[in-house]
C-alpha cells in the first residue's frame, strides 16, 4: 500500500472521535519499531519526519525506510513532513514523496503565518499532498514565563477560524498550554479554550508536546475533538533507557543488533500504548 494522506485519516478519525498518532522517527530502528507496533494495534499511523531527521538520516533514505513499511504492512500510513519551517523544506518532503507536509510559521505574526501557510498548501496541493500549519507558539514549562505571556502564546479560537479559512490546511496544531519535551510538574492545559477553538474550527486538530502529558487528560483532549496527536519525546526515552541498561549489563557486547534490539521492543511498548490511548487501535 502506498501512503495515505493526513486528510484521509484525520477526517475519519474527527467523525469517529478518535485521534491518530503521529510518531517522529529518525532512522530504521525507530521506524521498524513504529510501524511494528501500529500494525500489532491495527491502527492508522503518522510517520513524521522533522526538518532535523532529514538532515541526520537523509530525506532520501527515512522516504525509501518509510515506503517499504507502506508496501509491506496492510495499515494505512501517512509519510509527514512535521514542523517545516520554510518552504524549501516542504518542498523538498513533497518532493521525496510526502503525502503529507507541515508549515510551522507559528513564530510570525498572523498575517506573515497566513501568507507563507497558503504558499505551502498550493504546494501540497500540487502534489495531492496534506497540509498541517500551527496557530499559537509552543512556549516551554520553563519558570521564567508568566502567566500571562503563556496566555499570550496560546491559540486564540477566533483567529483559528479566521486563519483556517483563509488558508484552506487540512489540520491546524493549536497551542493551549501544550510544549515539546517534559514537562516541569503537571501540565496544564486550557481544555476551555480547546472546546472554543473545536467549536469555531471545522477541521481536524492536532495536538504537539503529548510526551508526559497524563493518560486523563490525553483523554480529555479526545474527547473535546483533537484528532492527531504528536509522540517524541517518550519515544526516545525509551530508547535512551533501554540501551543505557543493556549496555551496563552488557559491557563486553559489540553488536549493535543485540544493543538495539532491547530498544527496539521498548520502542513498540510506548507507541502500542499511545495508539490504545489515542483510540485508534483497530481502526486500521
Ligand atoms: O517537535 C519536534 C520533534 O520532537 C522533532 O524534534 O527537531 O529534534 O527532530 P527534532
Ligand atoms: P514531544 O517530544 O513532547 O512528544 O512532542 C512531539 C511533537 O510535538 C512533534 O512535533
Ligand atoms: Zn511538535
Redesign the pocket.
Known sequence: MLFVTNAELLNRAMNEGYAVGAF?T?NLEITLSIVEAATSEKSPLIL?V????MK?AGVAYLAAIARVAAESVDIPISLHL??GTTLEEVQSALDHGFSSVMIDGSKLPFEENVAITKKAVEMARARGASIEAELGR?VGTEDNISVSEREASMTDPDEAASFAEKTGIDALAVSIGNA??WYKGEPQLDFNRLRAIRSKVGIPLVL??ASGIPDKMIREACAIGVDKI?I??EV?DAFRQAVARFVQEHPEEIDPRKILTPAREAMREVVARKIRLFGSAGKA
Open positions: 517522529n529518525n513524521a522533522s526538518p532535523g531527521a541526520y512535521d514542523h509552543l515539546h519535551g504537539h508536546g504528536n517524541d519525546t526516545r
